[in-house]
């Protein structure tokens, strides 16, 4: 299994500032996911980030909006950019299980997830 | 398209009674398909998993699902209900085989459970 610790769990952030959220991962994984749950709703992949690559963002998201940083293989971060009210929700990272080296190890395994980071926005 | 669906979003059932909640795919390949459950203010736990072994799982907490190809399903049971089983459930699928292969959630069903 993989242990995931976010930071922050949760916070508070005025409207048009931006929020940082680091995902810490006890081994190396080759990607990474990052994850929206808006109140009351499902998850929703925003992007998938390679250490070395840039991140492949799903449709609806933007680098601008989004932009994710993945310095290693252990580590990696989401900003939230120029905030509303609407992007409050939880954030979550997540990696798959296999921890396979390359784009063609087995996905039999589960994803495990963090915590998550609650966000509000005022 | 690929997607998941979880035919009800609430389902309340009495303690000790059986417990259903029902889940349809659709996928292209032969997927892999697992149940997560999301306790309030708590992160997202693996119930159980498919993964093209035996078309009957079985989990933790005494749940199980079983995957039915002919009717594209994978349903999670459990015989008898525990206040404890109060949460959300996701059902989920993997489209593909590689590492690289995205997973889509179902929109979620609240279960809760009458004393």
New interface residues.
């Given amino acids: 299994s993989a242990v995931i610790s976010q930071k922050p769990s949760r916070d508070i952030c005025q409207r048009g500032t931006s929020l940082t959220i680091q995902c810490q991962v006890d081994s190396q994984v ?2 990474m996911f990052w994850y929206r749950q808006q109140p009351g ?5 925003i992007a ?1 980030a390679n250490q070395g690559s840039e991140a492949t963002y799903e449709s609806g998201f933007v680098i601008d909006k989004f932009p994710i940083s993945r310095p290693n293989l252990t580590f990696s971060t989401l900003t939230v950019s120029n905030m509303s009210p609407e992007d409050s929700s939880i954030y ?1 990272c997540s990696v ?1 299980g ?3 080296q ?7 395994d ?2 495990f ?4 980071t609650r966000l509000t926005v005022l | 398209a690929q997607s998941v669906t979880q035919l009800d979003s609430h389902v309340s059932v009495s303690e000790g009674t059986p417990v259903l909640l029902r889940c349809n795919y659709s996928s292209s390949y032969s997927p ?1 398909l ?1 149940w997560y459950v999301q306790h309030p203010n ?3 736990q ?1 119930l159980l ?1 498919y ?2 072994a035996a078309t009957l799982v079985k989990g933790i907490n005494g749940f199980e699902a079983e995957f039915k190809k002919s009717e594209t399903s994978f349903h999670l049971t459990k015989p008898s209900a525990h206040m404890s089983d109060a949460a959300e459930y ?1 059902c ?1 699928v ?1 489209l ?8 889509i ?4 069903t609240r279960l809760s459970i009458r004393p």
Avoid: C
Avoid at chain 2, 96 to 103: L, P, Q, R, V
């Fill in positions: 080759t990607m709703q499902s998850l929703t992949l998938t979550l798959d296999n921890r396979g390359g784009a063609f190890a087995g996905a039999s589960e994803q997830f963090g915590p998550g | 892999s697992f708590k992160g997202l693996l998993k993964t093209s996701f989920v993997r593909g085989y590689s590492s690289a292969s995205k997973i959630f179902g929109s979620g």
